[in-house]
């Protein structure tokens, strides 16, 4: 191979996005590194929600209850119980992988919109405890007050600290989700989006599949709230909201489906976008749904999946697509 | 196969209605171990329904499936996949967006235990690869391993379907008009590859073309709005007078 596009070689782009987010902070002024933070906990939420939405086909428009179990649960052990950051990890991922369980169990009976529709039902139902269940989460002024992640063999009280501690969870969650869509499960989410008849006549217990999916996307989306509580240091039901659930879905739309580090940097440009935009107007949404519609019609396979394509025109050589690890260039070995 | 007095597949009274349509109504067919049968009859005989109906895809309304000697019924499709079953489609079902080894890839692992596994990549499951280049090897499509399944030509499709089909070693496997949409030069490769299938495997096959179907099997089934009305080997069939007012006199 000697083609230099970083996009055919995403080890070389993995190792370079790297080096510029190690790099980054000293380049930067704390508003910017804010966002930067701000834009990798969602790239991890993006990411996770790319595992249902992008490898498997499901729409879920619920993804911010997850965020929120994660969030909530750092920010009533903290506030109230003074935990320290591996209690609240724990505790935060498990509720989320819970809620997703059950979740699971109820959406996964449906396909298409009446599955969309389930997962919105779905989501606010934990937006509605948020809001309601006063007692445990203040409703409406939500918890103030989260400290920084305590419990670390460093202080990541500062900002520059802090930001190379959530580096660390997005890198963990990145490694997590792209080591099992390259596994065989991950394989069969693909096959499932792309023909779910085919699957089951070939063996497959294609329910099991999609549940498992969506259990790891959840437990994911739960670690990203648990991120998200701490660099906030406030939680409120605007985290289980049903726009947050709208904004990952664009993210994962506008960065490219089935790409993985697609989401990720579509996290990136709406997290920038959004705080660039809300100097100027208070119509943010309108933004949103501006940049969705034209996604969707001017480049449909986001960012990463036009990028590809584009490079694949130039070469006019057929490319492997999104999620799948067999491209021409010799995935695998050759027996 | 220890057993070949087993039937591969038994139907006992199965029918499925849609509504107070009949599309498959009291159908009993026997087909034993090894043997090669074409189901034959009219658009909308009912012939694609009874095979949703085998592979588990669609209920039953009533009746009673046996696939080698064991009660499915009421058994998902993949379980009844897991027991040696499988099909191919009349409308090509494949995945188009995957390159053609991976499309072979899921299909050799849907009954391995790997299909759950979460932390290997996929290239080290190296018997996978080998088996599934073995598949394209023998329905001729290896050279094409790299490429998406959407630039394959319709036939090199067609050829595919059936590897998928092969690919996880079925001992029952049935054909929904292999040669469906076919030009007459690809539908003789496609014959070809037929009886070049180990003899071993049952097939029960949907053709309309009966050239096809006479030479890749022994004994024909004619179905008619939902219901067998002959059976038997070919020449008794293509003998009853019934079959030739209800099918065969239309050609």
Redesign the interface.
């Known amino acids: 191979m000697t083609e230099t596009a970083l996009l055919r070689h995403p080890r070389t782009a993995a190792i370079g996005a790297a080096l510029v987010l190690l790099a980054a902070p000293p380049l930067l002024s704390s508003f910017l590194l804010t966002l930067l933070t701000q834009a990798l906990v969602y790239g991890i939420l993006a990411m996770s929600l790319d595992l249902l939405l992008g490898y498997t086909g499901l729409s879920s428009l619920g993804h911010a209850a997850y965020l929120a179990l994660g969030a909530y649960s750092v920010g009533i052990l903290t506030t109230r119980h003074g935990a320290n950051f591996w209690v609240t990890l724990m505790v935060g991922v498990l509720a989320a992988a819970v809620a997703a369980a059950i979740f699971g169990l109820l959406a996964l009976r449906a396909t298409g919109v009446y599955f969309l529709m389930i997962t919105l039902a779905l989501g606010m139902v934990i937006w509605g405890l948020a809001h309601r269940w006063v007692s445990m989460t203040q409703g409406d002024n939500g918890l103030s007050g989260v400290p920084r992640p305590t419990g670390l063999p460093w202080s990541v009280a500062e900002g520059v600290p802090f930001y190379y501690l959530v580096l660390i969870a997005f890198a963990l969650a990145f490694v997590v989700l792209r080591?099992?869509v390259?596994?065989?499960?991950?394989?069969?989410l693909?096959?499932i989006r792309?023909?779910e008849?085919?699957?089951?006549?070939?063996?497959?217990?294609?329910w099991?599949?999609k549940y498992?999916g969506f259990v790891i996307a959840g437990a994911v989306g739960g670690f990203a709230g648990v991120i998200w509580a701490y660099y906030n240091g406030f939680v409120s039901p605007a985290d289980a909201e049903l726009a947050t659930s709208v904004e990952v879905l664009l993210m994962v739309a506008l960065g490219g489906r089935g790409t993985l580090f697609g989401p990720a940097i579509g996290a990136g440009v709406i997290v920038m976008l959004k705080n660039l935009v809300s100097v100027y107007t208070h119509r943010w949404l309108l933004i949103l749904g501006t940049v969705y519609i034209g996604t969707i019609v001017y480049a449909p396979d986001g960012i990463v999946g036009t990028l590809r394509s584009w490079l694949a025109a130039r070469r006019r050589r057929?490319v492997?697509?999104a999620g799948?690890?067999?491209?021409?260039?010799?995935?695998?070995?050759?027996? | 196969m220890a057993d070949r007095s087993t039937p591969a597949l038994k139907l006992t009274d199965v029918s499925k209605a849609f509504g107070g349509l009949s599309a498959v109504d009291r159908v009993s067919l026997v087909v034993g171990a090894g043997e090669r049968r074409v189901i034959i009859g009219p658009n909308g005989a009912g012939k694609t329904t009874l095979f949703s109906l085998i592979s588990g895809e669609q209920p039953l309304t009533d009746g009673r499936i046996e696939l080698f000697g064991r009660d499915v019924t009421r058994l998902p499709p993949h379980r009844r996949a897991a027991l040696g079953l499988a099909r191919t489609y009349q409308i090509t079902n494949l995945f188009p967006k995957l390159t053609v080894l991976a499309n072979c890839l899921l299909a050799v692992q849907g009954l391995a235990s790997s299909k759950l596994h979460l932390h290997r990549p996929m290239e080290r499951y190296t018997d996978h690869f080998a088996r599934a280049r073995s598949v394209l090897d023998a329905v001729g499509l290896r050279d094409r391993e790299g490429d998406e399944v959407r630039t394959l030509s319709h036939g090199e499709q067609r050829q595919l379907e059936i590897g998928l089909a092969m690919a996880g070693s079925p001992r029952l496997l049935l054909l929904d008009e292999p040669t469906a949409g076919l030009a007459p030069a690809e539908s003789q490769l496609m014959t070809a590859l037929l009886k070049r299938l180990d003899p071993e495997i049952t097939i029960l096959m949907i053709e309309h073309d009966m050239d096809v179907a006479f030479e890749v099997t022994d004994r024909v089934t004619v179905l008619h709005y939902g219901r067998v009305v002959a059976d038997g080997y070919a020449s008794e069939v293509k003998a009853n007078p019934l079959v030739q007012e209800i099918y065969l006199g239309a050609e």
């Open positions: 080591t099992v390259r596994a065989p499960f991950g394989q069969t693909v096959g792309e023909s008849t085919r699957m089951r006549t070939l063996g497959y217990h294609v099991l599949h498992i057929p492997g697509v799948v690890v067999v491209n021409p260039e010799g995935g695998g070995p050759h027996g």
